[in-house]
């Protein structure tokens, strides 16, 4: 069992910056794979990132096409932290923003909500001028 805390949401302006972070306990952090998923109003909860417990499944991590170059997934095992930094915001990235942990054994997977047993309550992230 894992619980699963976001924080640094907000309100930004388009190209602006900001870093979310998620704080887990309970189980070993480092044994699970990590991910974050967002959702807009009205629509499904997507895929952002994830990053791999390099034992199982390596460390590289996978990007959704539409955050590519822009996000950048991290995590500190030792601070039981992940992290997503997020530049050049645009309004599209508008969304509540879910931090997810799974024992997923390809990076395949990685992008499949059903892989992630444990889920944040979320935080907001608008972007808007």
């Known amino acids: 069992q894992v619980q699963l805390v976001e924080s640094g949401g907000g309100l930004v302006q388009p190209g602006g910056s900001l870093r979310l972070s998620c704080t887990a306990s309970?189980?070993?952090?480092?044994?699970?794979?990590m991910g974050w998923f967002r959702q807009a109003p009205g629509k499904e909860r997507d895929f952002v990132a994830a990053?791999?417990?390099?034992?199982?499944?390596?460390?590289?991590?996978l990007y959704a096409s539409s955050v590519k170059g822009r996000f950048t997934i991290s995590r500190d095992n030792a601070k039981n932290t992940l992290y997503l930094e997020m530049n050049s915001l645009k309004p599209e990235d508008t969304a509540v923003y879910y931090c997810?942990?799974?024992?997923?054994?390809?990076?395949?997977?990685?992008?499949?909500?059903?892989?992630?047993?444990?889920w944040g309550q979320g935080t907001q992230v608008t972007v808007s001028s």
């Open positions: 997810a942990a799974g024992v997923v054994y390809s990076s395949s997977y990685y992008y499949q909500k059903k892989e992630f047993d444990y």
């Open positions: 309970g189980r070993a952090f480092s044994t699970y794979t």
């Open positions: 990053l791999g417990n390099i034992a199982w499944s390596g460390s590289n991590p």
